[in-house]
């Protein structure tokens, strides 16, 4: 699978301390293939877990490890921060969105907007309405790694699959 991504070098110019610009590059190989590592971990990402020190960021953290696992070049960060969400929300995507993670009082929430399109031979994706597919995690819950990821490696397939 060959997706377009922009790279971001930080460079020197003209001799000044300190002084930097972006340069953006476009390639047609992804970044695990230019021999970039793994998705580094949002820092903003590190704060809505650290955020709840109880089963809910242990929760959240391990999932978020089994999708930074699951797809080499995902892109996490946050979106969606308001008054009413100042840490906003865990998002991942490649070539469009693939999921998030929210807590709640009682769950922590990874939902897939194109869930519905996505083949789930195991059942992960229950919880939905319209195209939409959530999985619902509670305290002592676990996960299927291998399924969970199956499902990220079919989301992230079908965003970066050509149009047509």
Same mark, same amino acid.
């Not at 590059?25 to 955020?51: E, F, H, N, W």
């Not at 921060?81 to 969105?97: D, E, H, I, R, Y």
């Not at 769950?107 to 907007?113: A, D, H, L, Y």
């Given at each position: ?79 969606? &921060? %308001?008054?009413?969400? $100042?840490? !906003?929300? #865990?998002?991942?995507?490649?070539? @469009? /969105?693939?999921?998030? *993670? ?5 769950? &922590? %929430?990874?939902?897939? $907007?194109? !869930?519905? #399109?996505?083949?789930?031979?195991? @059942? /992960?994706?229950?919880? *939905? ?36």
């Amino acid at each position: 699978m060959t997706l377009r991504q922009e790279q971001v070098d930080l460079t020197q110019t003209d001799g000044d301390v300190g002084s930097t610009k972006v340069v953006r590059q476009k390639s047609s190989t992804p970044l695990s293939r230019r021999g970039y590592s793994r998705c580094m971990p949002s820092p903003d990402v590190d704060k809505i877990i650290a955020a709840f020190p109880d089963w809910r960021g242990d929760m959240l953290s391990r999932i978020r490890n089994l999708i930074l696992e699951a797809e080499p070049d995902i892109v996490e960060e946050t979106k969606w &921060v %308001k008054p009413s969400n $100042p840490l !906003g929300v #865990a998002t991942w995507s490649l070539g @469009g /969105l693939i999921c998030t *993670g929210e807590t709640y009082k009682d769950k &922590v %929430k990874f939902t897939f $907007p194109k !869930g519905s #399109a996505l083949p789930d031979p195991e @059942g /992960l994706l229950a919880v *939905g309405a319209g195209v939409r597919r959530a999985i619902d995690l509670h305290e002592g819950d676990t996960v299927d790694a291998e399924a969970f990821q199956a499902v990220i490696r079919a989301a992230a397939a079908l965003n970066t699959a050509p149009k047509g």
